[in-house]
């Protein structure tokens, strides 16, 4: 009889291969992997139902509603505008275009941000008769590094907030310290060097664009008003157990009805392509999470570590960032991050420390991680492929040419910070 914590990891080195090897039907191999937990009394179905954060389901559904409005505003795209035609090479433009980028996705889905900001560096590259290649790709590293630094900001943010009970606030200032948000903004200005000096041969001057119409500025208000409300929010709910999912689900379900009195066809458009793949994929992970808890690895895990003679709290944290940065730069971070983080607050109840160090830095190695390479985040993917619809071939090389240099500068950064600091 194969013993219960032998059969889940078995089970979920499955699953994870599959996420490795295929970007497609995650949604679908995690519930497997699941039900399999249910079929071999792993955990039961009500444990599981249970220990999904439904929290964060809602924070991740608002958020995703409330993202897509503004994008539709075209209030993203006229910002662009803006920087473009203030910058006097088409380098600077380039660079700032990144910078806003970077922004947009503390607040908006990543893959979404590439969405909203690629067409402009596909219009200045066409202008100036470059390629876009280098261009794109700074995008999608910007968006992947800046999401990590708020809660609403990527899903592995959400994860580990509902993990740790983290509030909004908590992402700027934690116990009286700088939190995440300080790690990766220290990291943001270390790899925006490297951008600078990737982009800084492009010198030609920037023919000015068109300002995009703006549709409306509403969905902003909805932005900023659910922002304001989770950061008050954690002064009421103080567990973070269910007020900023219901918020960020109230801004959400408002900002649909309003979109329908404007236009049903889009309120209708915008319900038919929600990311409900991606929504039971992070409802999957966490039933997963929940086997492999339930049946002891996660403790295993963490003894395996223990005996292996790394006693030293520095080189454990070294390690649990730089494996992060190496896994994360070939699968998708939200599994890893998943079960890594109760590894990690194992780690650090037998060092007999806060686990915000060990958790800090799992979270960003995994998230700065999949700048590495074209397959190593989502938002990547979708910038691969944008280039490919305009007949250019971005290969794994070209990517990592600018993707690891960015990477290890933003890491470095932020793993001496957050050491120094936690």
């Not at 499955?14 to 090897?21: G, I, K, N, R």
């Not at 958020?63 to 505008?81: C, G, N, Q, R």
């Not at 700074?138 to 900001?153: D, E, H, Y």
Request: contains cysteine; aromatic residues 14%.
């Amino acid at each position: 009889m194969v013993r219960p914590d032998v059969l889940a990891i078995i089970i979920f080195l499955c699953v994870y291969t599959f996420l490795a090897l295929s970007t497609k039907h995650r949604a679908i191999a995690v519930w497997i992997g699941g039900i399999l937990f249910f079929i071999f009394k792993i955990i039961t179905p009500q444990y599981g139902f249970l220990f999904i954060n439904w929290n964060v389901i809602g924070i991740f559904c608002g958020t995703l509603l409330v993202s897509e409005l503004f994008i539709h505003s075209k209030v993203p795209a006229y910002l662009a505008d803006l920087l473009v035609n203030r910058s006097n090479s088409v380098g600077v433009a380039m660079l700032l275009v990144c910078i806003l980028s970077g922004f947009i996705s503390m607040f908006v889905e990543n893959v979404a941000t590439v969405l909203i900001v690629a067409p402009v560096a596909l219009e200045i590259a066409k202008k100036i008769r470059t390629s876009p290649v280098p261009f794109i790709i700074g995008i999608a590293v910007s968006s992947n590094l800046q999401g990590t630094a708020t809660l609403i900001g990527d899903p592995p943010s959400m994860i580990l907030a509902g993990f740790l009970k983290m509030r909004f606030n908590d992402f700027f200032f934690l116990l009286g310290r700088p939190s995440i948000f300080f790690s990766v903004e220290i990291g943001a200005v270390a790899s925006f060097v490297v951008l600078y000096l990737i982009f800084k041969k492009y010198r030609q001057r920037v023919r000015k664009v068109e300002k995009t119409k703006i549709e409306s500025w509403t969905p902003s208000c909805f932005l900023i008003g659910m922002i304001v409300l989770l950061a008050l929010s954690s002064f009421v709910d103080v567990e973070f157990s269910y007020l900023a999912g219901i918020i960020c689900m109230i801004f959400g379900v408002i900002g649909l009805l309003w979109q329908g009195r404007r236009d049903k066809t889009v309120a209708i458009g915008l319900l038919k392509n929600f990311d409900w793949e991606t929504t039971f994929f992070l409802m999957g992970i966490f039933v997963m999470v929940a086997g492999l808890k339930n049946s002891g690895c996660i403790d295993e895990i963490a003894s395996f570590i223990k005996k292996a003679g790394v006693s030293n709290t520095f080189i454990v944290y070294t390690i649990l960032v730089w494996f992060s940065v190496f896994v994360s730069a070939f699968v998708d971070n939200v599994p890893y991050v998943t079960a890594m983080i109760p590894v990690g607050q194992t780690l650090a109840n037998g060092f007999d420390i806060p686990p915000f160090l060990f958790l800090f830095g799992i979270l960003i190695g995994a998230c700065l991680g999949g700048n590495i390479t074209p397959i190593g985040a989502s938002a990547n993917i979708v910038g691969i492929g944008l280039l490919k619809k305009k007949g250019y071939e971005c290969s794994f090389w070209d990517f990592m040419r600018i993707g690891l240099p960015f990477t290890i500068f933003a890491v470095i950064a932020a793993y001496i910070f957050t050491w120094i600091i936690w």
